[in-house]
């Protein structure tokens, strides 16, 4: 982590069906850029707020991701416990890695520790975490991110638990300021804080408050779980026809520009980012192929977002 005075903060915010209906839009305008949804919990439990969650932060412009509550405790004797429970989890949420969006790689939320018949906590638990995440790393292409307090990590993880991330809890400390590196234990950093489950922002209280160290490119850049594309149309290609939609989409915010977004850094307007993605991929379907030439309109739709730009300072 930086130093304290000089810390730069994302805000965000995880949610599950005890917050009701979020208002979502109300949220991002409270300054909240990212949050976590609760998808499900041990097997065969789906949250009934999770898909309205992810659809309605999704349009609103908020990064979300889903977490899993861990049942370890519910079939300590079950060797496929962990792997059951992956499955289950991402089968409820695979349909948002399939095109890009606002969705954040997900989480394993790890809190229950009360197992009978096992000797070795430590080493259950930490397996249980390798056996979960060997199956969300197969089916998605990455692990999920851990979530837990400083004392389960001291006392239920192994060292090499530290390969992922974490998202640590520690309501001792609260920004500006930030837990030191020993809150983390073994992971010796956290990638996400959660430093409050009580509270308030945008209408909504109480609800669990959390922070990303860095800048919203930053956390998009490390966490997003699907790459962005210039194939704005969907037809399977990047071409020509991906750079008239850009252009018939130039200036459109919000929901309007989402079809030609193909940066998709959170910033609902279809910009130069957007541009540069199409450049990045136009006429290289595989990463071997050379880029073809860039058609002679992109002088144009540079000119009118820098025309663009010029006036959203004037208006500030």
């Known amino acids: ?149 400083t004392g389960y990590i001291n006392n239920f993880f192994e060292p090499d638990l530290a390969q992922y991330d974490l998202w640590l809890a520690n309501w001792n400390y609260a920004p500006p300021g930030e837990p030191p590196a020993a809150a983390s234990g073994l992971f010796g950093d956290w990638a996400f804080w959660q430093y409050t489950g009580s509270g308030s922002v945008g209408g909504i209280s109480p609800i669990d408050r959390d922070v990303y160290e860095g800048t919203l490119d930053e956390l998009v850049a490390e966490f997003r779980g699907v790459e962005p594309t210039a194939d704005f149309n969907a037809d399977g290609d990047v071409d020509g026809a991906d750079f008239l939609a850009l252009q018939r989409g130039l200036g ?17 307007q279809i910009d130069a980012d957007d541009l540069a993605v199409w450049r990045s991929q136009f006429g290289a379907p595989a990463a071997s192929s050379p880029p073809l030439a860039i058609p002679e309109p992109e002088a144009v739709i540079l000119v009118a977002l820098a025309m663009i730009a010029a006036e959203i300072r004037r208006r500030r």
């Open 252 to 268: 459109r915010t919000g929901a309007a520009a989402m079809f030609a977004n193909g940066n998709a850094n959170g910033d609902l």
């Open 1 to 149: 982590s930086q130093s304290i005075a000089h810390a730069q903060f994302v805000h965000g915010v995880d949610v599950s069906r005890w917050q009701g209906d979020v208002n979502w839009s109300n949220l991002k305008n409270a300054g909240v850029q990212f949050a976590f949804a609760k998808a499900t919990e041990g097997v065969d439990f789906v949250d009934i707020k999770f898909h309205q969650n992810m659809a309605n932060a999704r349009a609103a412009g908020v990064w979300i991701g889903p977490y899993h509550y861990a049942r370890p405790d519910s079939f300590e004797n079950d060797p496929q416990d962990a792997a059951k429970e992956a499955h289950d989890f991402v089968d409820a949420i695979e349909q948002y890695y399939q095109t890009p969006g606002f969705t954040l790689q997900p989480v394993v939320d790890m809190e229950e520790w009360d197992l009978e018949g096992v000797g070795n906590f430590r080493a259950f638990l930490s397996e249980w975490v390798r056996d979960f995440n060997d199956v969300v790393e197969q089916r998605l292409g990455f692990p999920a991110i851990i979530y837990a307090g």
